[in-house]
């Protein structure tokens, strides 16, 4: 079969390699989208320390069963699946409380493990346990489903925000987890969705989501311009969605008073602190939240929501490319240029 395989920073080479196969425990599947995401442009430019070379990466996976090892139970031939990227140890205190993304044991898809840039892909025996295989709906739309794991993300962030009818939200980022923190925040039942990027490009494709304001922080005060729009109160909420220290810490101006903000955006290893003024989070009582990966069961409602059209899935994907131009995906992904790209096997 043809896989992309990372051999170290900046050096991916599409390349036949063996056909997995069904040992007892595990499944086989034909991936039929592989949708690129940041850090799979920051394995490509960097490496990561889970990535040993040569592997297969990409977790972001959408297929079909076309094989079940001896065993197996609850996976049949043709189903349609989406991998769920977190292999838990499912003994831990927060695998017991369905919390998989912080367990401290965790193996992931396409870092430990091969993962979806390639034809096929094999679950292992522990994932095929622990249930790492969402079952789909027959006709469901395999592109579409390779939104599944970002959109979980989202749906965990928002999670903790509580967004309620008619409130404000500010989504700083305009790149493809900004855009669904948008769509969620509608399905949340928001009054006013205020989406900045210091990127003309990236705002043009964001339209296609719908926020209520487009704002370049480039071009006019951000500051200035939420409070103009708010009544001087600031959001209710804001969700930086951009790897930026410095959204994340201007964020705490932008807040109304029993405002939440959400961390979404990890901060490159290299500078990863900001100045961080706890006096107005005292005395304006707000709530700042991290969020990391997702959980089995956001899975389940990022599923729903797609296949409803409650999202739009679709509109997101800006482009489809085959796997030979992998690459080519990934710079596209790191310039912007794209909102979401996928890799596509389908037929």
């Not at 008073?257 to 990863?272: A, D, N």
Request: with cysteine.
């Amino acid at each position: 079969m043809k896989a992309a395989v990372f051999l170290g920073p900046g050096n991916i080479e599409v390349r036949e390699v063996p056909e997995p196969e069904a040992g007892p425990g595990e499944v086989v599947i034909r991936v039929g989208a592989c949708a690129i995401c940041g850090t799979d442009v920051r394995i490509f430019q960097f490496g990561h320390h889970h990535v040993k070379p040569p592997q297969i990466t990409g977790h972001e996976i959408a297929g079909e069963i076309v094989a079940v090892g001896e065993g197996v139970e609850g996976y049949r031939v043709g189903d349609k699946v989406a991998v769920i990227t977190v292999i838990s140890c499912g003994r831990c205190r927060y695998c017991r409380r369905g919390l998989q993304n912080l367990c401290p044991e965790q193996k992931y898809i396409g870092y430990h493990y091969p993962g979806g840039f390639a034809e096929f892909m094999k679950m292992p025996r522990e994932g095929v346990v622990r249930g790492n295989l969402l079952v789909l709906p027959e006709d469901m739309d395999l592109l579409e489903a390779s939104l599944i794991e970002p959109l979980s993300c989202v749906i965990n962030g928002q999670s903790y925000l509580h967004i309620g009818l008619g409130e404000t939200v500010l989504v700083i980022g305009a790149g493809p987890i900004g855009c669904m923190h948008v769509a969620m925040a509608k399905n949340h039942g928001a009054g006013k969705i205020l989406l900045a990027d210091i990127s003309d490009e990236r705002l043009e494709l964001a339209r296609r989501v719908g926020a209520d304001v487009y704002i370049n922080p480039q071009r006019e005060n951000l500051r200035e311009r939420v409070l103009e729009l708010t009544g001087g109160l600031g959001a209710d909420v804001v969700i930086v969605a951009a790897s930026s220290g410095s959204a994340q810490e201007e964020a705490l101006e932008l807040v109304a008073p029993q405002g939440r903000i959400s961390l979404f955006g990890g901060l490159p290893k290299e500078k990863p602190t900001i100045t961080f003024n706890s006096n107005i989070v005292h005395y304006k009582e707000i709530g700042v939240f991290g969020v990391f990966a997702s959980h089995a069961s956001q899975y389940e409602e990022a599923a729903r929501l797609i296949y409803a059209k409650r999202v739009p899935a679709r509109d997101l994907i800006t482009h489809v490319l085959p796997l030979e131009d992998i690459v080519r995906g990934i710079e596209l992904v790191q310039s912007g240029k794209a909102l979401k790209a996928v890799i596509s096997f389908v037929r």
